[in-house]
Structure formats: structure tokens, C-alpha cells
């Protein structure tokens, strides 16, 4: 299998297991894809292309729709922002891969899963995690195979709705083994050999004990290397591998325009919102009124406390129906609050603050150590001293930082012995208790309750106002204008002092420039535009107009003198002083046999290095050099003068005084199993990348999103 060759061969590849990342709501029709899904057509009608086959626009719509109104309705968010709707679309875009390419992955290895595989993981004696979560019974925390028997008894009276969401989880699970027969089998296929483990092991142990001296490429000023074109070029052609791309990138300069809105524009919503108290006030229908006046709709559904803001939970759960309430300014918005109705649930919701102290230890001593520490803070804060503050002082968990506060929670929430301590007492009271987490200093902070509210929340951002945004745009429009290219942008940049911003390696799929998030439009612009090119005004997120030009295109697999200019100047720089800092020691070794004399010669120290591995690539006062470090390993002489080597931070002279191999051993066992795992590792979670490669994946989304 090539796949086992090319992922052995990639070092340093570690990507997320992207199948087992896609989430239930995206996971559906995992056995049943075909190639009836990738339509033929020409480029500019195809998002991407696998294996020579197209993925049309039509049919990766299709099912991002589809993707897209699961993740609403199960996250329940009516509008979702750029940054979610570019999620989904990148998780549609995998689960399309993974239709695709891992069904003729399975197919062509005879992987499946049965009936019989299936049912033992809905009800029999290896039950999926998620199925126990959720057929778990609140009351005991118990789980019942029964129940989910029963269900799926009953599944055929269930709504469309329902039956869907379960025939989607099945898939997700099917998915989800034949991933892991997958990833198994991949594994399987890993063979370290004995050499393989020899070289770890002698790596590792294998140490030179030595001194140097070095000339360190930071003692030649850059300014000194003479940089022109013809020379670097040169360099260029002769390390061309070197500088070959692994991602299509795209650099681009870019200025900004900021319509956040002013204070004018702070001052007209708030008016709004003192406008709107009274005739919020006496309508009788607040769901209508909050609908045509509001930013967002009536919420019709009770809450418990809570759900709503610190600020306004007393008066809500306080007041009668028909109260109003703001407005309220916080988050960049107002909001007026209205009680709309009250109703009582069949549960409580309890507030209360504590002080965890945890056992540090398994004795009685431990446990007793610690009942004494919560009961002396228990007399101290009855003595007058403030819980809060000794919650900060002694807490062990994260609730110390906010004084202790665990803020509203519902009945059953807790630990059994915490919630029924809580739901039995009383506001004020103060005791500590033990649970499995250790000993409680315990506050109950509020009386606990079955109210909830169903609250109209009249809402309105405060935005930037049309005269806002036109003064920006026509300044920004102005600067576009009057930029036809490259040279007229800084032109413009420097008369009108305006800062520009640096994109370096902005790719197709990013959603965001530095420092600017919800600039899509601008990644798109830049992956279709040539070098030289200026941006019209474009709008990022909801406050910012930029224009920006193209400086850089990367190519994936090529090697772009211009795009690798600042390496290649970095690289040739360093190239020159080597060569300078190698004659200049070898000038200084002539004649000379010992360190001493040649560390005079260059005025630099000798450095003692007690033990050098090859696994550990640092140099003492010089840094990373892992030349050096293979350098040194690779020695058999000692007590003999060598050099000079140019490695990677310096220029050396060194001599090894002794070699240590260290206990000797035949048993590599330890070092086989180690290289197996992290062999094994890069397989489960590197395969589906390689196969992106292997199958040639195209990626055009950024031609349309």
C-alpha cells in the first residue's frame, strides 16, 4: 500500500482525524456515495476535482444546504456568522473527500460492517459511548439497554424529523468503525526494523564527551554581505528544492478603513431605547411589538433564572407580569427587558458558593487534614472574615477566581450529596460537607426556586449609522480611484500617511487577514488577481472597508524566485559567511594542533562539553546545530584536532576527548515499540492528507466562497 510508504516518509505531519472531526450532523451517507455526485463540467462549474473527477457547484450546495440547516437545528441558531457558515462548508468539503475517496478505500480492502456489528454497538454488549449518554437515565445515572430497545421499536411512529436525526447518528457510527478497521489496518502494516531501533537507541545513549571553539555566523554583520540579483538567483537555481512550495499562498499589503461607530451613533440608539420604554410597556402584544421593533425575535420560551443577565435576574424573577426593565447596555447593544409571563417548573434551580478543598492523599490522616482546613475557613468566615476572598485564597478548583460562585445550576446538576444539601437548606446558610471531590465549604446565596420567566428582550445594536459608513467608503473609494496598480497604492500610502498592513501566507481557504476577521471576500480577491493588481473597496466584517494589492503569488510544488526572495536572501547571506568564517579558521588551524593555540588565534573561547548526543541537536553558548551535533556523533577519532566544520549556527574546530556508547545491549525491544507508536500515530491521524495527495485533490472553493 502506498499510503503506508508516503506517510512513513513524512516527517512532522500531524493533522486532526478529520473523519472522526465531522460531527454527527454532517455525517450521513457515508456507504452510499457515487460518483453520481461529481458531476463533469467545465472548471469554473466545479469546486473541486478528485482523481480527474469533478465535484460540481450544484451538488456541493446541495448537500452543504443540507449540512447547514442540521447544524441550525441542532445548535438552535436561526443566522449563523461567516465564520460558522466557513466551518460548515469546510467540514461539507471533507465529508465529500471522505465519501469519495474512503468508500474505494474499503471497497478495494473488503472493509465493512455487518448487521450483527451494528446491533452490538445500539444494544448489545458494546454499546457506543454516545448511546449510553443518551439513554441514561438523569434520575440514577443509570443506563438500560432496554430503553433503547424500546425506542427503536418504536422508531417506526416517530416523525420524519426524528427518524432522520437517528438514521443520520447510525451512519455517523458506521462511518466511525469502518474509520477505526481503517486506521487498524494501516497500523498493522507498520514494521520497525531491528537497525531502525539501533540507531534510536545509539542516538540516544551514544554520547562524545569534547571542546570546540566557535565562530558563530552572528558575528558577521548581514549589512556586509553584498546582495544582487545575479548572485542570488544563482543560489536560487542551485537549492531550488529547498524553496518549492508546500500550499498555494498569496501575500498581499493592505490598508484599512475603520467605521466603528461614534459617539453620535452610541447616542441615536440609546435614544431609541428611552423611546421605546413606554410604548413597550402598554402593548398587549409583545411578541409582535418585539418582532417589527426589535434586531431579534420573541422568545417565547420560559427560562430559568439563569438564562438571563446578572443584572436583571432580580427584577425579573421579582416583579410582576407586564414589568419593564432598562434599558440595559451591554455586549454594544441596549435592551429592554419585559416580564411576559411566569410559570413554575417541575424542578429547582439552586445558587450557591463554595470553597473545594481536595484530599491530598490516601490515609485517614489526609481526609481528616483536610475536614479540619474546611472547618477552620468555615469558623473564619462566620468570624466576619469575606468568603469570596478566602475562596481566592484556599480554592482548588475553577471557581476560586470568581469567588466561589457557582452562579444558578438545576436540580440534579450537582453530585447527589451537594444537591440535596443545597435544595434542603436555605439563603444564608453555611456548612461544609463531603464529596467525592473532597471537602465543600459551602454558602447557599439564594433562596431556590421553580419560577421561570418568559421575558420579551427588545434589543438594538448600536452600529455605525449610513453617514458613518459614507464618510469611510467615499475616503476609501477616493483611494482606490487613484489607484491603478502597485506603484500609485504606496504612492497614495505615503502622501496620505496611511499604515499598511502585511498579509505574508494568506491561503485559499482562510476566512481572515492579520488582525481582521470576515475577510473572505479579500482572500478570494487575492486568488484571482495578478501581481500588481489593486483591489476594488471591500467590505470586512462590519466596520472595516479595505483595498488591498496582490504582491506575491505561491504556487503549491513551485519554486518562485520572487515569493522566496527574503529566504533565499536570509540563506545566501548566511551561505557567504560560512565560507568567510571556514577560511578564516582554516587560516587559523594551520600549523596548530591543539585548541588552545587556535583559540587564541581567533580570540574565542574553548568551550568543555561534558556529554554530546546525536539525539540532542543544542550546543552549549551556540544554539540549535544539528550539523554539528551529527558531526560530532559521527567522530571516531579522539584527542585529535578536526575541523573546521560549517554547521548551522557556526563555523568549529573541535577534538573529542571520549566516546561512550553506552550499556551495551541485543534487546531493542523498547525502542521498536517506541518507533511503532509514533509510526502508528502519524498513520491514524496523517492517512487522510496522504490520500489527498495521492488522488490528486483540486481544491476550487475559493473561486465561489
Known sequence: MAILTK??????????????????????????????????GNRTNNVGVIDGESIGIKQFEDKLDYNTANFKKRTQQENLDEATRGQVREQTWNQMLQDYM??????????????????????????????????????????????VKRYLKG????????RTQWKDFEDYIVTETLQKKYASLLKKGVYVTTFEAKKVYLARNKSAELNFVALAYTTIADSSIKTDDGDLKSYFKKNMDKYKERENSRKLEFVVWDFAPTSDDSAVVKKWAMDQLEQFRVTDNDTAYVDLNGDTKFDAVAKPRSAYPEEVQARLFSDSVGTVIGPVFKDGKYKIYKISGIKQDTTYNMRASHILLKVEGSTNADTAAAKKKATDILTRIKGGED?????MQFGTDGTKDKGGDLGWFAEGQMVKEFNDAIKNGKKGDQFVLKTQFGFHVIKITEDKTKKQVTAGILERAIEASEKTSSIAYNEASQFASTSQNV??????????????????????TDNFLPGYNEAREAVRWAFNAKVGDVSEVINVGNDKYVIATLTTIREKGKANFDAAKERVITDYRKDKKGEQLMDKLKTAMEGNTTLDAVSRKINQAVTPVASQTFENPSIPYVGFDPIFAGMVAGTTATNKLLGPVKGDAAVYAYLVTKISNGPETKEYGPQKAELTGALQQKLEYGYFEVLKEIRNVKDNRYMFY
Do not use: W
Open 7 to 40: 506517510i512513513r516518509n513524512r516527517s512532522g505531519l500531524a493533522i486532526g482525524a478529520v473523519g472522526l472531526a465531522l460531527g454527527l450532523f454532517v455525517v450521513s451517507d457515508a456507504l452510499n456515495s457515487s460518483s453520481g455526485m461529481f458531476g463533469n
Open 102 to 147: 474512503m468508500s474505494k478505500e474499503y471497497k478495494d480492502l473488503g472493509i465493512s460492517m455487518s448487521e450483527d456489528e451494528l446491533a452490538d454497538v445500539l444494544y448489545g454488549n458494546n454499546v457506543h459511548p454516545q448511546i449510553k449518554q443518551s439513554f441514561t437515565d438523569p434520575a440514577n445515572g443509570q443506563f438500560d439497554v432496554n430503553n
Open 155 to 162: 422508531l417506526d411512529q416517530k416523525n420524519e424529523a426524528e
Open 387 to 391: 468568603f469570596s476572598m478566602l475562596a
Open 487 to 508: 506603484e500609485d497604492f504606496n504612492k497614495n500610502c505615503e502622501e496620505k500617511k496611511i499604515t499598511k498592513r502585511v498579509a505574508e501566507f494568506v491561503r485559499e
